[in-house]
């Protein structure tokens, strides 16, 4: 066989693209230019075996394409602050407001918001009159608790001293509604002495102080509730495990961590756990919310609000309250909002991915430079051998640092492409200025910006490993929860929950509040069974012969769960009913069968009275039903049954309508 030879023009787009499929951003299309421009160096890296990530760095931050410039420097004047438009939003709000429309208004007052220039601290003028316009729709909606936040948010922004007065009636107003009268009566205090600096004649000033205080005099004297701050509503609360596991506090005690060579870390149960015991309740250290739903979802929680509050840096991302905003403005949002508008075209199809950006744009460039060392070695056992005081936290970065990459199995393109794309990171850090002084001068990489780039090479490694998506259950409006779906709005990493396996039938449901997630057992576990999670698709969702190869490709490893072992059936091939199960799965004997049409009748009837229950919305008292249902059905036969998957799959319903993110649509308009 003749040896293949390269001419400076070849392209070896074919062998580092196999995966990138269609382009769909200016990213491929920069890639395949590199790739095309440049085909002699990247070929003669790939023969050499060049994967050192560091390497792939210097060499294509050599290469023109890789300055990104074109793309950087762009401009997009229409994802800008802009007061006009600003003000144009707000009239038309206006016009819709004075129609009753009030939906179509409450839009255009949030797209108001959203345009309208403002300081870091959150004042402008603009901005002050979107959110007082909003807060008087709010109101009509008799969304009180929202309205309070935007007067006390217009104030801020610092709304015109001679229309205070109507905040501050509007605040009172809504204080009424929700029966905290003596603010109520200090609120209509307040816009009596406003009312000297309206713009008003002396007699409406005269007769608009006497309904004020006819206002005071009729509010009931005994308060019947106390509004608190309204931000503290934007609170997530979280179930509380009841025993945490004394390392791993994000676990139940329930959960022991165990490693074995070729399986790494896992969890067993370290007791029995009956269905539906809390398992694992976890904040991320690192999430991303994907660009489908920024400008919709908050940023910081994920969380719809239907009056988000806006970034005043940007246009693009929203956030339902202040303390979100508060804590994004503190730490990534600022730098990452420099560049927002870039990676809005980015068109990748690895979402995971810009989690490894947001590691970095959390913390000042000062913390990875004192900490280089700890971060200059993978421990993949890391959180195994623990001394009994240590703890294994979310919030330490070593724990997110020393997840599995698998770094030895990824093909010679993708560790290009993840260099790639990783500088592509870098160079939007520059444009945000987050290497300071310390930001090289032309197009070559400094040390520290080597260090953060290899950095976040590894960690995209880890989110492909070991991300999860975060989701909300959404449903149309008048519809029953349990024809709604769970759609992905981001993606986050949480260190301790992915300790655990995969198995394509898992030990435990996820469920995401906010961006945290809380795991639940899917079914009664004994001690000393493995506790699992599922990567990908269960058993009942996707065939055998489909689900492993895309574990293998994704994740590097063959499952080896029951029902692979098995080939279990998916749903609709599964038996429906008792007359299918076969007999090697029956749970009784012959000489149980007078008995067995009783138990027959007894799963039946519970299946009949949780589904009356769920008709009803009543998810709470249908959730007290299902250890008596899986324990009848367990009675009876063994899995797999169409009777074990509904029940999986609609208590898992029944614990995202109790703690999950969750939102009703009206999709008529």
Not at 580 to 604: A, C, H, I, R, Y
Request: proline share 4%.
């Amino acid at each position: 066989m003749e040896e293949e030879v390269h001419s400076e023009n070849d392209c070896p787009a074919d062998i580092l693209n196999e995966e990138l499929g269609d382009v769909s951003g200016f990213l491929d299309v920069v890639y395949r230019e590199m790739c095309a421009n440049n085909g002699r160096e990247m070929v003669d890296m790939q023969t050499q075996g060049g994967t050192d990530s560091k390497e792939l760095l210097r060499l294509m931050a050599k290469f023109p394409e890789t300055g990104f410039v074109q793309y950087l420097k762009a401009e997009a004047p229409v994802l800008r602050k802009n007061g006009k438009r600003s003000q144009q939003l707000r009239e038309q709000g206006n016009k819709a407001y004075t129609a009753k429309k009030n939906e179509q208004a409450l839009q255009l007052y949030t797209d108001s918001v959203r345009f309208a220039p403002c300081t870091l601290e959150g004042k402008g003028e603009e901005l002050s009159l979107a959110l007082a316009n909003r807060s008087a729709v709010l109101f009509q909606m008799k969304q009180f608790r929202l309205a309070l936040q935007d007067i006390e948010l217009s104030f801020l922004a610092g709304y015109p001293q001679d229309m205070a007065y109507k905040l501050h009636e509007r605040k009172g107003k809504c204080l009424k509604e929700m029966k905290d009268y003596y603010d109520a009566a200090l609120s209509i205090k307040e816009c009596i002495k406003s009312v000297a600096s309206a713009k008003l004649d002396d007699d409406k000033k005269d007769k608009f102080r006497d309904n004020l205080s006819t206002f005071i005099n009729e509010l009931p004297k005994e308060n019947e509730n106390k509004v608190s701050d309204a931000e503290n509503e934007a609170s997530i609360l979280l179930p509380k495990i009841s025993n945490p596991n004394k390392q791993f506090p994000a676990f139940s005690d329930a959960i022991k961590l165990k490693s074995e060579s070729g399986r790494g870390r896992f969890g067993v149960a370290s007791r029995d756990i009956k269905l539906g015991e809390l398992l694992c309740v976890e904040k991320p250290p690192v999430f991303f919310l994907h660009e489908e739903t920024s400008g919709v979802n908050c940023s910081n929680c994920f969380r719809e609000s239907i009056a988000p509050l806006p970034s005043p840096t940007c246009t693009q991302t929203v956030f339902c309250s202040r303390i979100c905003q508060t804590e994004a403005m503190e730490t990534y949002h600022v730098v990452e909002s420099k560049f927002m508008d870039v990676l809005f075209q980015h068109g990748v199809k690895r979402k995971e991915w810009f989690l490894a950006l947001r590691a970095v744009t959390l913390k000042p460039l000062s913390f990875f430079l004192e900490n280089v060392k700890k971060y200059e070695s993978h421990n993949t056992d890391y959180g195994v051998d623990m001394k009994s005081q240590d703890l294994y936290t979310s919030e330490d970065f070593s724990c997110l640092y020393n997840l599995v990459g698998h770094r030895d199995l990824w093909e010679w393109r993708d560790h290009a492409y993840k260099a790639f794309f990783a500088l592509f990171f870098v160079r939007c850090l520059q444009k945000s200025e987050y290497f300071g002084e310390m930001q090289s001068k032309d197009c070559q990489l400094g040390p520290e910006e080597l260090m953060i780039g290899s950095l976040m090479i590894h960690l995209m490694e880890v989110a492909t490993m070991n991300s999860h998506e975060i989701g909300q259950l959404e449903a149309e409006k008048g519809q029953n929860w349990l024809l709604g779906q769970t759609k992905p709005v981001g993606c986050a990493l949480e260190p301790t929950l992915v300790l655990l396996n995969h198995a394509c039938d898992p030990t435990m449901l996820r469920v995401n509040i906010g961006t945290s997630t809380a795991c639940f057992a899917s079914r009664d576990v004994k001690k000393g069974e493995e506790i699992t999670d599922c990567y990908s698709y269960p058993f009942d969702v996707t065939k055998h012969n489909e689900r492993n190869p895309d574990l293998l490709k994704k994740y590097k490893f063959q499952c080896a769960c029951l029902p692979c072992k098995e080939k279990w059936l998916t749903f609709h091939d599964l038996p429906r009913s008792f007359n299918d199960v076969p007999n090697t799965q029956m749970n009784f004997s012959p000489e149980d069968l007078p008995q067995v049409q009783g138990k027959m009748m007894n799963v039946q009837k519970l299946g009949s009275k949780i589904n009356q229950l769920q008709q009803k919305e009543d998810f709470s008292g249908a959730m007290g039903l299902y250890g008596q249902f899986n324990a009848a059905i367990q009675q009876l036969m063994a899995p797999p049954h169409q009777f074990y998957v509904i029940a999986r799959r609609s208590y898992g319903t029944c614990l995202w309508v109790k703690y999950g993110n969750k939102i009703k649509r009206d999709i008529s308009k």
